[in-house]
């Protein structure tokens, strides 16, 4: 067997593998339906399973969530925007509602987009508890590219990790005004679903896995 090839076959048995700190994560994708999930308020097309992805289609979108609820978690997943896309994941959030606010949204968002740089306000750029606070900028692949993030919710304590790099690390207890806890009751929830928050642009995650924590 030439050198190429073996090294093409030990590369790809790596990516198969767990990695030693996967213990414990499991799959919220079966990877060919969205047995587990329920879109709530979907509009379009929704979303589809495709080629091993979970896809929001162009003109698609609302709340695909988990049937499951977390309270304390680590979720890790890779996903793919393009020019303009504008997505989210939320967390810890009920069925009904205005997911952002009922429950909490890490934005995913093309940063750099004509659309939004110079619009948005820092805590609605990508990775950031969206429109409450703002995560680092400028650790997001450009648009057609996968990016890798994980999110942990533990206690108050809300980590997002963005292509290997931590983004955002803050205690919820840091909101103390009034007017903002009033228009994110989310903040103060414990538990809820995960989701995904399609907003019309195509986005596309793969490899979507989750580990409870104590």
């Known amino acids: 067997m030439p050198i190429r090839t073996l090294l093409a076959l030990v590369a790809l048995a790596a990516k198969l593998l767990p990695a030693a700190d996967e213990a414990g994560f499991r799959p919220l994708f079966d ?123 533990n206690g108050r304590q809300i980590t997002v990790k963005l292509n290997g790099v931590v983004i955002l690390d803050v205690n919820l207890d840091i909101v103390k005004e009034p007017q903002i806890l009033e228009k994110h009751p989310g903040l103060l929830r414990a538990s809820g679903h995960l989701g995904l928050l399609g907003h019309n642009e195509r986005t596309e995650f793969r490899n979507l896995r989750v580990k409870r924590l104590p």
């Open 31 to 153: 990877g060919k339906t969205l047995q587990g999930w329920r879109l709530v308020a979907g509009h379009g097309a929704g979303y589809k399973a495709e080629n091993g992805m979970i896809v929001c289609p162009e003109g698609g979108g609302g709340k695909l969530m988990t049937e499951e609820e977390f309270a304390n978690f680590v979720l890790r997943f890779e996903y793919r925007i393009f020019a303009g896309g504008n997505n989210g994941i939320n967390i810890r959030a009920p069925f009904e509602g205005r997911p952002a606010y009922v429950g909490m949204e890490i934005q995913i968002l093309d940063d750099d987009s004509d659309k939004y740089k110079a619009r948005i306000k820092p805590e609605q750029h990508t990775g950031s508890v969206y429109d409450v606070i703002p995560a680092r900028t400028g650790f997001a692949h450009p648009p057609g590219e996968w990016n890798e993030e994980e999110i942990t919710a």
